[in-house]
């Protein structure tokens, strides 16, 4: 490749065609993975929601039992 | 009572930022084996697990997964492992993996409990006492 500004210009643009045609195979797929991922996100909030409200105190009643746990002398780590 | 510093596995953190893991709602698992696990682990198949017969559950709850000015902690509720049957197998290594992964990826890293490892004898407990301020910090 020469050195001089028309060779750069000329590669630029063979460039920006290549990268272009990458990207309109690419993006169409891109939009299907992502309207797939954000119904299925969607539906993992929902069900993360249940889960904390079916969860809500469970961290204190397992600190509690790791306290009862260690005075009546359960081994630690 | 043994302490141990948390033994970081390499391949963590870009599994949590390649969204394998969401660690605020995920389901955690202990894992316990009395060979040591090499740092390059990243999924539950390259531990080599003790037997869990006669063990209460091992799902771990979690208390926080938050960021502080930047900081994110993963704070765990302390578990209580108790047999209930038989004794359990020897075991010294003990961590965390990622039971809603695809491929049960491992949480952070690993605990020691020390030389010559730990059985707990029928009806006999171990606390698994989580560091309050968090199981592991990512700055």
Known sequence: MAFDKASHEKRRDELEGKIAAIRDKSGPLRAKRDKHVQAARAREDELNAEIAKAEKGLAD???ERAFLSRALGAKTV | MPTSALTKFHPFLEAAFEKKHNLG???????LSN????QANAVLTDITQVSYTNMSSRAVTITSSSQTTGTYSLVLADLTLTMSGGASPTFRYLGVYNDTATNDDLVGGYLDY??????LADGES?????NATGLFTAV
Not at chain 2, 114 to 119: D, E, F, K, L, R
């Open chain 2, 114 to 119: 020390g030389a010559g490892g730990v059985t």
């Open chain 2, 126 to 130: 171990l606390v698994i006492d989580f």
């Open chain 2, 25 to 31: 709602a995920d389901t955690l698992m202990v894992w």
């Open chain 1, 61 to 63: 009643l397992e600190n």
């Open chain 2, 35 to 38: 060979t040591a696990p090499a």
